[in-house]
């Protein structure tokens, strides 16, 4: 195989990996909740910078990736149980309340966070040089990978092997009559909203040890976001993977071929897949 264009493909799927972990969590919260959660660009920011804190401190990547995610986790948890829970049923007072959490995360990025654009330093010991088929890659985007496999290795576990699954997977389908069953669909809403901000927390990590963070780059992480959420479809898993796969190998070989339009071809699938199969690629 050509070396140029097996390093597009693995650069593709470590994209991919990172947009899964960022789609996978809003799709689930987007799919049940119906909140479409403008902040999650902002919390994937001030996830990369916890994470940048932490590893600066401690010299622990590990330790940066886990306390960046729970912090974000946290976050997500306060946010939905004192603000959003008090405007559940009104779509723009929800949309508009996101909006003003993200405004206020930016600011407060601003403040504690240099404004040039800063990369979280990845051990040695975690990014050795590693050949392909005659192609030297580093090791941490083959960990990137991995992480985004484990990650959705137990969201399908918890999704279709557990009662919380269960109960998810029916509250995106008809929430009002598992609401009439019994099951406490707030608790639902706030599980699996924190679960939501967890993995754009960890999203925040291993996109600024991969990528760059800098002001700004918020609303390029809430664009890709709702992409991957629009063309796989809402509440799916699946969908999330393949939406991931397909616009990380357009970005990755726009960004080679035709790097004026890389941004713009991303949305080509989409706008495709809307005028076919409005739903996205596995919704209902």
Not at 14 to 23: P, S
Not at 269 to 282: E, K, S
Request: aromatic fraction near 10%.
């Amino acid at each position: 195989m050509d070396a140029k264009l097996l390093i597009l493909i693995l650069n593709g799927l470590t994209q991919a990996a990172i947009f899964f972990v960022l789609g996978s969590g809003l799709t689930l919260a987007f799919g049940l909740m119906r909140v479409i959660n403008m902040a999650h660009g902002a919390l994937y920011l001030l996830g990369g910078y916890i994470g940048y804190s932490v590893a600066k401190a401690s010299g622990s990547w590990v330790l940066a990736l886990i306390v960046g995610g729970l912090f974000i986790a946290v976050v997500g948890w306060i946010f939905e149980r004192f603000m959003l829970t008090r405007v559940r049923g009104d779509d723009m007072a929800e949309t508009l309340l996101s909006v003003a959490l993200s405004m206020i995360i930016a600011d407060l990025c601003l403040v504690f966070w240099p404004p040039q654009p800063i990369t979280l330093n990845v051990p040695s010991d975690l990014n050795w040089p590693v050949t392909v088929f005659g192609v030297t890659y580093p090791s941490f985007r083959f960990i990137l990978m991995g992480i985004s496999v484990l990650i959705a290795v137990a969201l399908y576990l918890i999704l279709y092997k557990t009662k919380l699954g269960a109960a998810v997977r029916a509250g995106v389908d008809d929430r009002e009559t598992v609401s009439a069953l019994g099951v406490n669909i707030q608790i639902i809403y706030t599980a699996v909203f924190v679960l939501s901000a967890l993995l754009v927390g960890l999203a925040g990590v291993l996109g600024g040890s991969y990528l760059q963070l800098s002001p700004g780059v918020d609303g390029t992480i809430l664009t890709f976001s709702l992409v991957v959420v629009i063309l796989g479809g809402m509440g799916s898993l699946s969908g999330a993977v393949v939406s991931s796969l397909i616009l990380g190998q357009i970005l990755s070989f726009g960004l080679a071929y035709a790097p004026q339009y890389s941004y713009f071809l991303i949305f080509i699938p989409m706008a495709i897949v809307l005028a076919v199969r409005p739903q996205g690629l596995f919704g209902k």
